[in-house]
């Protein structure tokens, strides 16, 4: 497995990182805003999950401790990475971490730390998306039968509450790994571990509308068809381009009758291939 980089070992340390508001840096801010206090001023900012110390550390113990329970690096773009919380923000795996809500029924969880591919998956694919998810419920269980790690695992999970979409969209987890997440700590004079939470890492997902395939960054596969459904497929087409026609009274050159003899060829090439 090799030894482990140095990073992987580092004590996080909280970042803050903000830019000033208005040009120059001029006292009051720009020409006819309200000059605001200090405290006010800090707090119009936010602090992505790669700059909060909280998210940091849970960033990094989940990348460490997945490669301490499967010998691999989450994702290659980790190794000898120097900024490890800001390389699981990036790398194209979903990773959650997921803790047991404390004012709510048993089973339920609330999301802790998201990375952008994860906030992706939940349908917040832009780069605050994360506001939408952690500290949000989630219908991941916040811990397993095993308690420690589990490959593996799949799941039909519905979107947090508050996901931009028309109608309610769930996606299904394939191939998820889950973990028990823990960091060492004294307790009572004695080094032991503390519970982070509960973390999962999975490199795609399925669209239960569409059945499409869905990997970080847009990527989207058509779902594979058997000889059968595409047999099933053709046939059902092909009805409905002679309904276009029959039923209706449509000509061959209505664009709804276009569109429904290209899918037909469509569902052919595929029978063909």
């Known amino acids: 497995m090799g030894q482990l ?10 970042v803050t990182m903000a830019k000033k508001s208005g040009k120059g840096g001029k006292k009051g801010g ?34 460490s401790s997945y490669r301490t329970k499967t010998g691999r690096l989450l994702h290659k773009s980790l190794d000898m990475a120097t900024d490890i919380p800001r390389a699981v923000w990036n790398a194209p795996v979903a990773a959650l971490v997921v803790v047991a809500a404390d004012d709510a029924a048993e089973g339920t969880s609330v999301c802790r730390y998201a990375n ?35 490959s593996g695992y799949s799941k ?38 503390t519970p982070l939470g509960f973390a999962y890492a999975f490199e795609q997902w399925v669209e239960e509308a569409d059945g499409f395939l869905c990997r970080p960054g847009g990527v989207r596969s058509a779902p594979q068809m058997s000889t059968a459904d595409v047999e099933a497929a053709i046939a059902e087409q092909g009805a409905e381009v002679r309904r276009l026609k029959e039923d209706k009274g449509l000509a061959n050159g209505d664009p709804e009758v276009k569109a429904a003899v290209a899918e037909l060829l469509r569902l052919k090439a595929l029978q063909d291939a």
């Not at 980089?5 to 909280?14: G, I, K, N």
């Not at 832009?126 to 308690?147: E, F, M, N, Q, R």
């Open 30 to 63: 720009k020409k006819g805003q309200p000059k605001q206090s200090g405290f006010a001023w800090a707090a119009s900012f936010d602090s992505k999950p790669f700059e909060n110390a909280t998210q940091r550390e849970l960033a990094e113990v989940l990348a």
């Open 116 to 150: 952008l591919a994860a906030c992706e998956a939940l349908g917040f694919p832009t780069k605050d998306g994360y506001k939408s998810v952690i500290d949000c419920p989630i219908a991941l269980a916040p811990s397993c039968g095993a308690d420690k790690y589990e």
């Open 5 to 14: 980089h140095a990073s992987w070992l580092r004590t996080s340390v909280p």
């Open 156 to 193: 039909k999970l519905a979107c947090p509450t508050g996901a931009a979409v028309d109608t309610p969209r769930a996606i299904r987890l394939e191939d998820t790994s889950r973990w028990k997440l823990e960091k060492a700590a004294i307790v009572d004079g004695k080094l032991g571990l």
